[in-house]
């Protein structure tokens, strides 16, 4: 773990420790599980908070469930693909139809997870490099949305690719300016917090007001955020 008091994500008001983070992403790991999700599941994850999001996603990681990140306006597009999946966690009033299994994250859901006591840290599934990792939701370069399956491999290396790239360390803020339907973003927010820095996603707050709040030293977003 890196510096167990260092802040690690900031989001919806708070401010996590590694420590705490830590914690949560076991507990996350064990509240799949409960739901009857393990390795080999598959999954699709809505939700607007970033921090629960990005919880979900890294204990599907660690479980080596398949995920996928949508939002509730391409909801309408995705059903015939979300309806593949094995469960689909959503936000209460947003139900996708046909699914085959569906859960709401309530937060009494999140809260009763969050508040139990921490258990083992269970060992991290096994995969090889072909395993399919992440689904994206993505127009590319041709304009076309199109779906597309990363393997682990594939997401590994994406993210290694930002480590390197940005050179992330203990004192980098890097502000999340768009949901983790955008594959990007994960992958900038994973690099992050492997390389002891702070994630910061502040939604109600214009991208230049969070760079100068948060003393922001990386940022990503897409060109019409800017204008």
């Keep these: 773990m890196h510096r167990p008091t260092a802040t690690a994500v900031l989001s919806d008001g708070q401010e996590i420790s590694y420590q705490q983070f830590d914690r949560d992403i076991r507990k996350m790991v064990y509240g799949l599980r409960d739901l009857g999700l393990d390795t080999g599941a598959s999954i699709g994850v809505q939700h607007p908070r970033f921090y629960l999001h990005f919880l979900i996603l890294l204990a599907a990681e660690h479980l080596e469930i398949l995920s996928f990140s949508y939002r509730l306006g391409n909801l309408e597009e ?12 959503y936000v209460d009033g947003h139900k996708p139809e046909n699914a085959k299994s569906v859960h709401c994250l309530s937060q009494e859901w ?26 994206l939701h993505s127009s590319g370069t041709t304009g076309i949305p199109k779906l597309m399956t990363l393997t682990r491999q594939n997401h590994e290396v994406w993210v290694r690719q930002y480590e390197f790239r940005t050179n992330f360390g203990y004192q980098s803020r890097y502000l999340a300016t768009m949901g983790f339907w955008v594959q990007a973003f994960f992958a900038y927010a994973t690099a992050c917090v492997r390389k002891g820095g702070v994630c910061v ?24 955020t800017l204008v």
């Design 110 to 135: 999140v809260e009763s997870v969050l508040a139990k006591d921490s258990r083992p840290a269970l060992p991290a599934a096994y995969a090889t490099p072909q395993t399919p990792a992440r689904v």
């Design 78 to 89: 995705l059903v015939p693909f979300l309806a593949t999946l094995d469960m689909v966690l």
């Design 201 to 224: 996603c502040d939604l109600n707050e214009t991208i230049a007001e969070a760079l100068a709040k948060y003393s922001i030293t990386h940022f990503t977003c897409v060109p019409h």
